[in-house]
């Protein structure tokens, strides 16, 4: 069980554009996913934490207007690049937080990596 | 300020040796303690996670951490590796929120295996 999964696993697009990546957990239902950014040989950065129904908590430093999250349904939350640039190519992985065992655990996507020419 | 530091950027090991990585946290309370390795092409896959009780805990793939409160520590051991544990683990502590929990990250080690 706790499965996370993501669609695209990979994304090529032109500057300007935007991509939306999605989250979904499978077979458990998750109140709060995260969205993470990481670099190449670099660790997890937390861009967002996202809760059902209601607005994304960002972290500090992350633009809002440029990393458009929605957390539509338990089991899924899409992350947006609008207007995408080059320094925005990286990998990106969401997360899903499963409470049991007195807290709680997350269980992470395979991530999706994003190419901006 | 919440953080993980893991001491070794790249540790290098011959099959069937034995392993310990380490992890210091900082954190005001009582932690939340996990490790994650991320093999290539991969996510993130959960090794282990401490809450409470036993300082020694089992996880998968036949991984223990031991908890130690007095040096902040957590580090990831197993007695004999195997070529397919060439990965990065990181390290990670949870910081309870209202109504999650926040998950920061150590930078990472990276582990070769010498067959």
């Known amino acids: 069980g706790a499965v996370v999964s993501q669609h695209p696993s990979r994304v090529i697009c032109k500057s300007g554009t935007s991509v939306k990546i999605e989250c979904r957990s499978l077979d458990f239902q998750a109140t709060t996913m995260f969205w993470y950014r990481q670099f190449p040989k670099k660790s997890l950065m937390l861009m967002a934490t996202?809760?059902?129904?209601?607005?994304?908590?960002?972290e500090q430093g992350v633009e809002k207007d440029k990393f458009l999250i929605n957390h539509a349904s338990l089991t899924l939350s899409t992350l947006t690049v609008t207007s995408a640039h080059p320094e925005d190519s990286s990998f990106y992985i969401c997360?899903?937080?499963?409470?049991?065992?007195?807290?709680?655990?997350?269980?992470f996507g395979p991530g999706t990596r994003l190419t901006v020419l | 300020a919440q953080s993980v530091t893991q001491p070794d950027i790249h540790i290098t090991v011959s099959e069937g040796a034995s392993l310990e990585l380490r992890c210091n946290y900082s954190y005001g309370a009582t932690p939340y303690l996990f490790w994650y390795v991320q093999s290539p092409g991969q996510g993130l896959q959960l090794l282990l996670k401490?809450?409470?009780?036993?300082?020694l805990v089992q996880g998968i793939k036949g991984f223990e951490a031991e908890f130690k409160r007095s040096q902040s520590s957590f580090n990831l051991r197993k007695p004999s590796v195997h070529w397919s544990d060439a990965a990065e683990y990181f390290c990670?502590?949870?910081?309870?929120?209202?109504?999650?929990?926040?998950?920061?990250f150590g930078p990472g080690t990276s582990l070769s295996v010498i067959p």
């Open positions: 401490y809450f409470s009780g036993d300082t």
């Open positions: 997360s899903a937080s499963r409470r049991g065992d007195g807290t709680d655990t997350q269980y």
């Open positions: 996202s809760n059902e129904g209601s607005k994304a908590t960002y």
């Open positions: 990670a502590v949870g910081v309870r929120k209202t109504s999650y929990d926040k998950v920061i």
